[in-house]
């Protein structure tokens, strides 16, 4: 059973098993068993789901079997709903914030809702923060941009200072994929496309100067180690001395902003995971599973487990304790 030494997964996703109708082409579940159904999109199936997408107890069973003392729950994107009028995405953020609570509510505090925001609203984004918080969240999901607005906007930029000012934690997670014939096979939107939008709103957090207008205060990670930000940060460094007259937009070279920010572990082998730390140090990285999912990584953290080259004092901060300081400041 997860314990006070067990492991702490900042990544896991959670389904309701049902919520009111949100109007024509937008998300409904078709439910098909008990422990069974499939998340649509209008008339098309977008992901089969199980049970542990919203039964806590089959949550908790699973973590006491992979050692997991916390999860962090978070929406799965495909419900943020920022292509919608604002009026209407605040009402999806609060239909789905209140169920997030209660499928949370059994876990005993083992798991840890986060809340998701209508931010291509600043005003309602900031308002529904406060709410979802006020009723018991602990963090809050965003995706990693807003139709063409990334993160380096400046309502993104003021949500992240009235996150940062409320003491909240951010996690950022990839969304909204570019299609194209290339990347609709292979399921390469996930394999390629993940990784890039990720690595590019790092970027955009960098170079548009985010990180020069929020506090060092904010706690914010992004899924998926960070994409391909830690093995490329050379490339990009060497074009930020070199180039400067195009992409010296920040205060320092990109190199200055590594600290600033966390990723999860879930890039499933050690060498991929001793350039995170290498790159971003031990004290940056945080596990991460995308549990439930089949992308994932089941235990979580076994990836951790099996790195050889991390001492006992780096395994615990990637374990458990960076989580503890990411949730709790």
């Known amino acids: 059973m997860g314990g006070p030494d067990g492991v702490i997964d900042v990544h896991t996703h959670y389904v309701p098993q049902g919520w009111p109708d ?25 992901r089969r789901i199980q049970s542990d997408c919203w039964d806590a107890e089959v949550r908790l069973a699973d973590m006491d079997a992979d050692g997991v003392e ?20 605040e009402k999806v953020a609060r239909i789905f914030n209140d169920l997030a609570l209660e499928i949370c509510a059994p876990g005993g505090g083992r798991l840890v809702p986060f809340c998701q925001v209508p931010l291509q609203d600043t005003d309602a984004a900031c308002r529904e923060l406060e709410r979802a918080v006020a009723a018991g969240h602990r963090g809050v999901e965003i995706g ?28 950022v997670h990839p969304w909204d994929m570019a299609s194209s014939p290339r990347l609709d096979r292979w399921m390469a939107q996930w394999l390629a496309g993940m990784p890039a939008e990720t690595h590019l709103s790092v970027i955009a957090m ?42 010296g937009t920040s205060a320092q070279p990109p190199s200055a902003y590594v600290g600033r920010f966390s990723v999860d572990s879930v890039v499933f ?3 991929a995971l001793r350039t995170l730390v290498d790159v971003l140090g031990a ?12 992308l994932g990584e ?32």
Do not use: K
């Open 206 to 247: 960098i170079l548009g100067g985010v990180f020069d207008r929020v506090p060092e205060s904010l706690r914010i990670c992004f899924a998926h180690g960070g994409g391909s930000f830690a093995f490329w940060l050379g490339r990009f460094e060497n074009a930020w001395h070199h180039r400067n007259d195009v992409i």
């Open 144 to 171: 990693n941009h807003v139709g063409d607005r990334d993160l380096d906007d400046a309502g993104v930029v003021t949500f992240l200072q009235h996150a940062a000012s409320l003491g909240v934690p951010v996690f």
């Open 298 to 329: 089941r235990p979580a953290g076994s990836v951790v487990h099996r790195s050889a080259f991390l001492d006992a004092d780096e395994r615990r901060l990637v374990l458990r304790d960076n989580a503890r300081r990411f949730l709790d400041g």
């Open 70 to 89: 916390l999860q962090v729950v978070s929406p799965t994107p495909v419900f943020f709903g920022y292509e919608q009028p604002s009026g209407q995405a």
């Open 269 to 271: 082998e050690p060498a």
């Open 283 to 294: 004290g940056q990285v945080m596990v991460g599973s995308d549990y439930p999912y089949p």
């Open 22 to 46: 949100l109007g024509e082409q937008q998300p409904w579940l078709r439910v098909e068993s008990e422990a069974e159904a499939m998340i649509m999109v209008g008339s098309r199936e977008f």
